[in-house]
């Protein structure tokens, strides 16, 4: 079957523009997760959802960072007045549960570059 | 201190060898633990999951966890140049959050 999908796959951006970032789960995934990967650099948790509920967000760098998730399904990853720091290769998993047996799956990825 | 740690390498291995990859983590409440392979510019792939002490054998790959060292290794034996990657250790916790905590990875290159 389909596995996660994203897009765009690559944005470039001016900084202070407001980029929004899409994830297509794995079908009848409940939950999904997103990670930041800079250069050189090992993933960084961001958010999961569980169904469309955010229960930890403690992990998004800053306010200008926000994510939603609808229908159980597409979540949108928000950033809004981008700087050059949040250049990096953002990540999308999924898994069938929130449990500590279930496989994430990852998606291709975003690379964005803010100029 | 890292929550995972691991040596960035590289780790060069002859083809044929064994080569073998080592990750600790700071957490006891961790309760999983992840392999996950990358190319360069790919997306993780998992590779091997381990959820209790001792060894765990997928075909050439054999994970190794020791929760009372805090300690999780990946072996790769008959290496092949195809293998050549980064390995990313992931630790799942589930306390107050869900989430896989990685570390930075360890840069394999297997030599032909």
């Known amino acids: 079957g389909a596995g996660v999908s994203q897009s765009p796959s690559n944005k470039v951006t001016e900084k202070g523009k407001d980029v929004e970032l899409r994830c297509d789960p794995i079908?009848?995934?409940?939950?999904l997760y997103w990670y930041r990967q800079s250069l050189g650099q090992g993933l960084e948790f961001l958010i999961y959802?569980?169904?469309?509920?955010?229960?930890?967000k403690s992990g998004l760098p800053s306010d200008r960072f926000s994510a939603e998730r609808t229908g159980g399904s597409v979540s949108t990853l928000t950033i809004q007045r981008t700087q050059q720091e949040d250049s990096a290769v953002y990540l999308c998993?999924?898994?069938?549960?929130?449990?500590?047996?279930?496989?994430?799956?990852f998606g291709p990825g975003t690379r964005l570059t803010v100029l | 201190q890292k929550e995972v740690e691991q040596n960035s390498g590289p780790l060069s291995v002859p083809e044929g060898a064994i080569a073998s990859l080592n990750c600790t983590y700071s957490?006891?409440?961790?309760?999983?633990f992840f392999w996950y392979r990358q190319y360069s510019g790919k997306s993780p792939e998992l590779i091997m999951s381990?959820?209790?002490?001792g060894d765990k054998e997928d075909g050439r790959f054999t994970a190794q966890l020791n929760k009372a060292s805090q300690y999780v290794s990946l072996l790769i034996r008959d290496s092949q140049p195809s293998d050549s990657a980064t390995y990313l250790c992931?630790?799942?916790?589930?306390?107050?959050?869900?989430?896989?905590?990685f570390g930075s990875g360890t840069r394999l290159l297997v030599r032909p």
């Open positions: 998993a999924s898994s069938e549960l929130v449990a500590f047996t279930d496989t994430q799956y």
């Open positions: 079908s009848g995934h409940t939950a």
């Open positions: 959802f569980q169904g469309n509920s955010a229960p930890d």
């Open positions: 957490d006891r409440v961790s309760q999983s």
């Open positions: 381990i959820y209790s002490n």
């Open positions: 992931a630790v799942f916790r589930m306390d107050s959050s869900y989430k896989l905590i």
